[in-house]
């Protein structure tokens, strides 16, 4: 079936409207829109003219137009960079940070808060000749940074569709029928995460550390019988951009806790396993590792690190 572009009339003066979050009322996925004006009046962006609509309290919707070298959208998998760094040509010039909306995004993270994405039709020279398309609701599922070419930090961030998750038959989502959209879509990012922490290569790493974390070594007991329990953590993060191998080398028993700040920066492991604050870059402790059953790839710790560029620097 071929869309046609809705051209919706101007509502009111107002530049911007209330945040919300969500699909926009009576606006379907691959629905066209002409004109930024034209998606402001259908409530599916909140501003005329920019990007990104939220604060560092969230973001509810992006629009799309290729205006940074960075981004890639692969279609439910977009690779988004975050604002400011005074691009030209669509190659930053000066550092970002996160602040504004791109604090937005890393809280849109956090909380599991759905993104409204636009995707730009026809991109030339960082504009849509085309128009634009209402892509769905996307998630944040990751974020990192790294230094471009020429030095500067940037930061970018994973948007996944939140219905285009790929679950094995066998799995179960278990929901209510009173389960919010939101609940919904945390329980099948809790499901898919349960997926990637019992691979066969996690689960022998698990076994091999006896479910003990390999960076605090605090047991985490959640039955009355002793039983432990852990995660299997992915060095070099699984999926694009980076590409991980799930190998029992890019993998590492953690307890929930250091499992999240490692996944988000908190925690860095330098070549000779020690564990450093990624904010005070203060020593915390060592990796136990079982060299002669668990050889850890050292090209996975620089990658990890690389994803952190403004903490790593030196390490």
Known sequence: MVRQHVRMPRSGTSRTKRIYFGHPLGVAEGQRFRTHDDLYAANVHRFRGRGISGTAEGVDSIVASGGYAG????GDVV???????EPVDGRITQD???????????????????IRFVRGLDIRRGKAQGGYEYAGLYVVEEHWGS????????WQFRL???????LPDDVEVETDADMTELELAAARYVTAQRRVRNTRAARAVKALYGNLCQICREPVVVDVDGTLYSEGA????LGE???GP?????????????HVRFDNGALLITDDYRVIDGFTRARVGDLFVKDDRHRIRTRYLRQHRSRWADRSQGL
């Open 79 to 85: 690779i988004y960079t975050a604002m400011g760094g």
């Open 234 to 237: 992915h060095i070099q993060a």
């Open 160 to 166: 996944v569709k939140q219905d285009g998750e790929v």
């Open 241 to 243: 951009p980076h590409r």
């Open 246 to 258: 799930d190998l029992a080398a890019n993998i590492l028993c953690l307890c929930p806790n250091c």
């Open 147 to 154: 230094r471009t070419a020429q030095g500067h930090l940037m």
């Open 71 to 74: 981004d890639r959208d692969e």
């Open 96 to 114: 970002q940070a996160l602040t504004g909306s791109n604090a937005g995004l890393v809280y849109n993270e956090r909380e599991g808060l759905p």
